[in-house]
Nanobody, 123 residues
Framework: VQLQASGGGLVQTGASLRLSCAGS????????MGWFRQAPGKEREFVAT????????RYDDSVTGRFTISRDNAENTVYLHMNSLKPEDTAVYYC?????????????????WGQGTLVTVSS
């Protein structure tokens, strides 16, 4: 499975961004998908995950109400819509895929990873 993340950039506090992650190499709808992020000097942390068909989502408390994860299985793409961005959201954002349908927030549950896209939020 190959994952290609895109959509990062430099924005101001309060702005919005939409990240995309295109998948290939395996039936996309058979994979649970997630977004993680890693700020400089910090561990990679969970942001959001979505079930195979998109009917169930889960978010970290720090982004609940501001971020929305969605997917389009016909386009083999998962999205992360980010609103009301804060400087503390600054990080490299990674999409990841898991084969188990367990809505896990643990990075160890994810087998496939994209290359990351940088989001920088200025104050």
């Amino acid at each position: 499975v190959q994952l290609q993340a895109s959509g990062g950039g430099l924005v101001q506090t309060g702005a919005s961004l939409r990240l995309s992650c295109a998948g290939s190499g395996r039936a996309f709808s058979s994979l649970g998908m997630g977004w993680f992020r890693q700020a400089p000097g910090k561990e990679r942390e969970f942001v959001a995950t979505i079930s195979r068909r998109g009917g169930t989502t889960r978010y970290d408390d720090s982004v609940t109400g501001r971020f929305t994860i969605s997917r389009d299985n016909a386009e083999n793409t998962v999205y992360l819509h980010m609103n009301s961005l804060k400087p503390e959201d600054t990080a490299v954002y990674y999409c990841a895929a898991r084969t188990m349908e367990n809505m896990s927030a643990s990075r160890y549950a994810y087998t496939y990873w994209g290359q990351g896209t940088l989001v920088t939020v200025s104050s």
